[in-house]
């Protein structure tokens, strides 16, 4: 195989032998050595065709645990994650495979479920608001993702963002 491809790579249906031959004759012509971006391209397009399920997950781990461009992982698991439509099991297996990978990531999967959770029902719930709010780095999506004037003002007592601020006082305002 060539351009970090395997074997697994093709019998998951992530690309095709013809693909392959297509991907290393561009980057010959191009002269691009980032063979990490073709695969990156290669998962994407797997995701966007929703093969991805939680019966293939398992399998994706471990062909992922095996490519040598963390950064690549990171970046499809990130693009996955932040994705609306993906059910709940498969946020929670993902959000542990970032977590096993750096803990630092634990802020995107916040943003994340927070995002999620508004996606879902339209509104945040007073729990979520309340888990997030002594953190200031969220009062923005918080704000934003608000409607209700009872959080909104919680939110603004403890924020210590003129813009924040005003934002919220706007949307108290004009609704």
């Known amino acids: 195989m060539n351009h970090g491809y395997t ?15 297509t991907q290393v004759n561009e980057a010959i012509r191009l002269k ?14 797997f995701y966007e065709s929703s093969k991805l399920s939680i019966s293939v997950m398992p399998l994706l781990f471990d062909l992922l645990d095996q490519d040598t461009d963390q950064i690549m992982i990171i970046g499809f698991y990130l693009k996955v994650i932040n994705d ?11 959000s542990e495979k970032l977590l096993s990978i750096d803990s630092r990531y634990k ?11 508004y996606f879902m ?3 945040l719930s007073e ?40 934002i919220i006082n706007a949307k108290l305002q004009f609704g």
């Open 32 to 45: 691009d050595n980032n063979t990490e971006h073709m695969r990156y391209k290669s998962l994407l397009r």
């Open 107 to 117: 802020q995107d999967i916040e943003r994340a479920a927070i995002k999620r959770e």
């Open 121 to 123: 029902t339209g509104s």
């Open 84 to 94: 609306p439509r993906i059910d709940s099991q498969m946020f929670e297996i993902i």
């Open 127 to 166: 729990k979520t608001i309340m888990k997030f709010i002594a953190i200031e780095k969220y009062h923005r999506i918080l704000v934003d993702h608000c409607s209700c004037p009872k959080l909104l003002n919680k939110i603004q007592k403890i924020s210590n963002s003129k813009k924040i601020n005003n």
């Open 7 to 21: 074997e697994e790579w093709v019998k998951l249906g992530i690309i095709h032998y013809d693909e392959i031959e």
